[in-house]
């Protein structure tokens, strides 16, 4: 599980450890890690839950991510780590932060640890309201500065991210992969860093949902036989009709693997 040391990758390590599953948390700053494994240990004494470094933002990270499993079996991947990036900046691969790490990296480390998968598989990709309000295509995937604000490139990388989810569900039809929008949740996420951040924080925090709150329908969709599902609140939805476009879908795929060159 990608994110695991956020506000909902806890409450997500959390309740899966409570459920007996062995985790690994996948992260990119390793102390931070640690405390939550801790404070989940000292609730759950020999949960099995193990952390690995994880910086999405690079793609030699993410290969070397997956080459530390080695040939361990993958029953399920959450694709819970996001980001909204502040500001326009390059990763060290030339690809914009935002998508690096919300769209780019989760579809290498996704096609690395296929293999490690049995063929029934969950893969769970945390998306967001936010795509409904954007489009996205194969030209979007790298948006130069001038097409970069910080809402509009995380909604396209989290669309970006949905169609990559469509795409590898056609590839892969045994594997269940779904949808997971956990709708407005108390995070670090929702600071973007504006002048009225602290009016919001009195004015819009309180009606935020908790963390655990917003995770459900991720756990639901984890925990589910269903496939190409959408899971929203209590709901659990058949992908939105608007959201239906193969084609886009294959090109965007397409350029996405000339981009990272596999
Ligand atoms: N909060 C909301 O209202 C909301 C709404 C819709 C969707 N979502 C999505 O829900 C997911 C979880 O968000 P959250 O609200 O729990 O936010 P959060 O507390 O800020 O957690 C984000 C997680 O992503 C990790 N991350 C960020 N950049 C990374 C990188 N380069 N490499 C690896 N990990 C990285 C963070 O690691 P660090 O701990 O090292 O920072 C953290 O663990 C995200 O995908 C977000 O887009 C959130």
Redesign the pocket.
Known sequence: M????????EAAVRALARDGRSVVM????LE??EAVRSRILADLPGADISIGR?????LD?VRAFADSLGQEQVSALF??????SRGYSLTGDALENTF???YF?PFLLTRLLLPLMDPEASIVN?????CRYVSVTEKSLRPSADEFSQLGT?ARS?LALLRFSRELARRNPGLHINLA??????????DLGHWFDPLADILFRPF??S?ER??QPALSALASDGRNRYFVGRKIMDIPARFEDPNLDLRIWEETERILSM
């Open positions: 990608t994110g695991a040391s956020g506000a909902m990758g996948a992260c990119r700053n931070k890690a994880l910086d999405l933002s690079s990270s694709n819970n780590a996001g980001v909204i690096a790490v919300n990296g945390m998306i967001s309201l936010t995380y989290k929008d956990p709708g407005i949740v108390n995070s670090n996420m929702i935020c949902k963390p917003g995770v």
